[in-house]
T-cell receptor
Framework: GESVGLHLPTLSVQEGDNSIINCAYS??????FIWYKQESGKGPQFIID?????DKRQGQRVTVLLNKTVKHLSLQIAATQPGDSAVYFC???????????FGPGTRLSVLP | DAGVIQSPRHEVTEMGQEVTLRCKPI?????LFWYRQTMMRGLELLIY????????DSGMPEDRFSAKMPNASFSTLKIQPSEPRDSAVYFC?????????????FGPGTRLTVT
């Protein structure tokens, strides 16, 4: 895998602070969403998912919020650690579809 | 489980040559996806299979690209002839659609450079 590129939105946070990564999705008919993390040299890795009938879901140190009214998804990472540095993608799946459309990604940089 | 396996990890070839990328999905998974990742276009779905049958190949750029899945444990993505604009990282992913879960497991990717 590769880091995606030079023109990604970048979020820089201090170690220990909370991070919020945002994603605007395009299809109002999307019924399922996933956040992926991609570290340099690796493929995307699943973090957390959420269905469209939910507005919040929590995992270990991560929370995903879904606002269908404005077609917005966010990923919150609590107590950000150096190992959280990566590119984060949201992906949406259309109702009755099987494939996902990925967003452009956001690079998270954790400062010591 | 070893996860999704892709080979080669890196491929450098000259324009006009045939390139074959290989993927072994996670055993028991019933869906297999091929993606391409570039700086300009991000992560794009090329084609996906369900139970070895191609379902949607609308993302395949052109006739130079072809993909096969002869059995549940192997898939190939072929580019013939290759062009410099095909340079990208190609990912294979697999998933098991059960219980309403759609998580895809990605391989490490193949970095293709066409000169």
């Amino acid at each position: 895998g590769e880091s995606v590129g030079l023109h990604l939105p970048t979020l820089s946070v201090q170690e220990g602070d909370n991070s919020i990564i945002n994603c605007a999705y395009s299809n109002s008919a999307s019924d399922y969403f996933i956040w992926y993390k991609q570290e340099s040299g690796k493929g995307p890795q699943f973090i957390i998912d959420i269905r469209s009938n939910m507005d919040k879901r929590q995992g270990q140190r991560v929370t995903v919020l879904l606002n269908k009214t404005v077609k917005h998804l966010s990923l919150q990472i609590a107590a950000t650690q150096p190992g959280d540095s990566a590119v984060y993608f949201c992906a949406e799946k259309a109702l009755n579809g099987q494939n996902f459309v990925f967003g452009p990604g956001t690079r998270l940089s954790v400062l010591p | 489980d070893a996860g999704v396996i892709q080979s080669p990890r890196h491929e450098v070839t000259e324009m006009g040559q045939e390139v074959t990328l290989r993927c072994k999905p996670i055993s028991g998974h019933d869906y297999l996806f091929w993606y391409r990742q570039t700086m300009m276009r991000g992560l794009e779905l090329l084609i996906y299979f369900n139970n070895n049958v191609p379902i949607d190949d609308s993302g395949m750029p052109e006739d130079r690209f072809s993909a096969k899945m002869p059995n549940a444990s192997f898939s190939t993505l072929k580019i013939q002839p290759s062009e410099p604009r095909d340079s990208a990282v190609y990912f294979c992913a697999s998933s098991l659609r059960t219980g309403g879960k759609y998580e895809q497991y990605f391989g490490p990717g193949t970095r293709l450079t066409v000169t």
